[in-house]
């Protein structure tokens, strides 16, 4: 299988130098945790991340939720023990407070479980808690303590993840996905995790080194399903059988942040110290090599150009991407703008998921289905980012059974059909429209708040589809973000800098004991 692609070749002859099948089996059963916390933060919206925005899955919850039970199928003699995993949608920083609660909690049930010979931590890299640099590598750092310095920690990230100095310094391994959009989020934790149980039952205390390039690109430039991150990364799993390298991850960082630890970043995870530098040194000087290849896949203009094209386009439904409110990368998911440019121009057919937008969702529960209702819609969360939109509508369908703060509402407003939530979400797949008895595929216009689209919605679009360049939390015109107090000197911001790669390794290195 291609997520046990390290133990092939010769990382395989490394491992089985130190044990032999006979003497696993017999070995004791190792004791592994896991548990972490997952969020995408950008520094440059107004609204913070509070406690009660995070899923958190406790003990027996994460055990049984379709994330982790692969690692039941798949280490069924290695019990993987649960405390707690937090994620919560991307957005703002986190407030201190509910990190600070969450973090103690883990801890505590950390400590519960101990003694421990593994702590795997299924992460995101993109974290920004108030009043704090580098919250991952506080994460981690706490956990170190509770775990000790014996115990192997195994970290999986994601694609636009930031790596630090403290972060290498006090990992074992790290795998990250190579997908953009993401649909390896399970091999990504499989490489992880057979890294660690591997590592354990063997005994081996893995090199973790680190090359950071200074190049920053938002998702929709660097995604894998085009060039040139998609031949960049492909290299990745043919470099997972280099001698000596249990794995191979590189990661476009995450460009909505202002941390000293912003930028590209190749990690690697093996017991051949030379041959990792060699792959990291290689990969990090090929991406630098093709730092102004970096570009959008799809087409894209300003919104007014976009409208105009959509709304003359022959093939229907054409999808239209409102990037720089995506909540999935970290915008409000609450701006009208779109919704206000939409009506203007008279736009017909349209779907539009969605809104968040509490109030405006509140209001037509109060007045059901089929009444017609004046509404404020939008800036709910951030005013200070936006305005909102006064209109008329007519309330089509309501999310039944629902938890109020989950509620979901389907409006018409002249040619628009937009979907209302109480809470920030994304609207990627057809599921999110059908529970409302909406069928995209039926509209000539779909809008949705992303920026490259999700696998659904893309095939919905056919290669029919367009991305508004829009203001936001997260606008894809990166050279124009607010100005930066700690983000190093970065290529595009500064565009004649000199490179060349070197790579760092972790102090937990075998040679630094």
Known sequence: MQRRSFLKAGSMAVLATVATRSSLAAAKVPRIAYGGISIESSTYGHIRARYDEFTILRGKEADDNARFLPLKKHYPDVPFMPTLVATAVPGGPIAREAY????????DRLKALMPLDGLYLPMHGAMFVDGMQDAEADWYEAARKVVGPSCLMSASYDLHGNISKRIIDALDCLSAYRTAPHIDREETMLRATDMLVNCIQRKIRPTLMWATIPVLMPGERSSTGWEPAKHLWAQLPELNRTPGVLDVSMLVGY???DEPRGGASVVVTGTNPANEAKVAKNLAQQYWDARRQFAFGDEVCDLDTCL??????PK?????????????????????????????AGAKDVVFGGIADRPATEACYKAGVGATIPLTIGATLDPYASKPVQVKATVKALLANVDPAKREAAVQIDGVTLILSAYRRPYHEIVDFTKLGIDPHNAKIVVVKSGYLEPQIKQLANGNNIMALTDGA????????????FRPPTFPFVDDLTFTPSVYTSVRAPHHA
């Open 474 to 485: 997260i606008p894809q015109d990166i050279v124009h973000l607010p100005k930066n107090k």
């Open 316 to 344: 229907h439904p054409i999808v239209l991407a409102d990037s720089g409110d995506n909540p999935t990368g970290g915008g409000n998911g609450d701006q009208a703008t779109v919704l206000e440019a939409l009506l203007k």
């Open 100 to 107: 600070d609660k969450i973090k103690a909690e883990f801890l």
């Open 308 to 313: 105009a094209k959509a709304m003359k386009a």
């Open 255 to 257: 460009v909505w942040a």
